[in-house]
């Protein structure tokens, strides 16, 4: 199993996930030749893939949803409360409905979804596993329940939201409703918050750790990497970035 990311941040967000011949893209807050462009750079194209796994209707993750199914004729897996916003705008544009506590398969991968606290209708992120190894994603989600970290326990690999540090944040120029609903325990993970997860789960098995959906505005890389690293007693090297423009290059898990 490996996975990739076309690109992370308030911009736009998409995550390829592989295993064998089975290729899904979790998210796809991109266009369509933005898309096309960014799987070429990790060597593959949307015609590998057979689903698109929406976590929210939030536009950085669904605005080219719609456009991509289409042109490739690819499957829509959302949660109900996000189809409730989706079909407003998409109402012939078929979709396949997942609760967010029963497992799914698509071919090779088997799907765990589980809901998260964000400012949606009913979002959800994922664990995938192909029988042996596990891979998680939790990004867009404002606090931690025990849920989550029962989730993400034991993975093979992380991709986990780091978004603000909570000090720019409030010094920066968002509006303050804005800066409330960022920090909010329904809007993004802050730094600390994200360490404290790490803390907090078995990280034994684990081989990729990516931050993702790190503010351009109210947060820096280095932030994130001194803070995580400090966490769990690793060197920096060993955190990766998933990044707005170049997202993130395959990572296998073996």
């Not at 916003?85 to 997942?98: M, Q, T, W, Y």
């Not at 990004?139 to 093979?156: C, K, Q």
Request: aromatic content about 8%; hydrophobic content about 40%.
């Amino acid at each position: 199993m490996r996975f990739a990311s076309l690109g992370s941040g308030s911009r736009g967000n998409a995550t390829l996930v592989q295993h064998g011949s089975t290729q899904v893209l979790v998210d796809c807050g991109f266009s369509t030749v933005e898309v096309e462009r960014r799987m070429q750079r990790l060597g593959t194209t949307p015609e590998a893939l057979q689903a698109i796994l929406v976590t929210h209707e939030h536009a950085d993750h669904i605005q080219g949803v719609a456009r991509l199914a289409r042109k490739y004729s690819l499957d829509v897996w959302m949660t109900h409360g996000t189809y409730s916003r989706f079909a407003i705008s998409e109402p012939d544009l078929p979709v396949s409905i997942f609760s967010a506590h029963d497992v799914f398969a698509i071919r090779d991968l088997e799907v765990h979804p589980y809901p998260v606290p964000h400012d949606a209708r009913e979002p959800a992120q994922f664990v995938f596993t192909e029988g042996a190894r596990k891979f998680g994603l939790l990004t867009d989600a404002g606090s931690i329940t025990p849920h989550i970290i029962e989730m993400l326990d034991g993975l093979d690999g992380l991709v986990l939201e780091s978004n603000h540090d909570l000090d720019m944040l409030w010094a920066g120029s968002y509006p303050a409703t804005l800066k409330e609903r960022v920090a909010g325990r329904f809007g993004h993970l802050n730094n600390q918050q994200a360490a404290e997860l790490l803390s907090s789960i078995d990280l034994s098995s684990l081989q990729h750790l990516v931050a993702a959906h790190i503010s351009e505005k109210n947060n820096h890389p280095d932030k994130v990497v001194d803070s995580w690293a400090a966490a769990i007693d690793v060197s920096l090297d060993w955190v990766c970035i998933a990044d707005q423009e170049t997202g993130l290059d395959w990572r296998e898990i073996v």
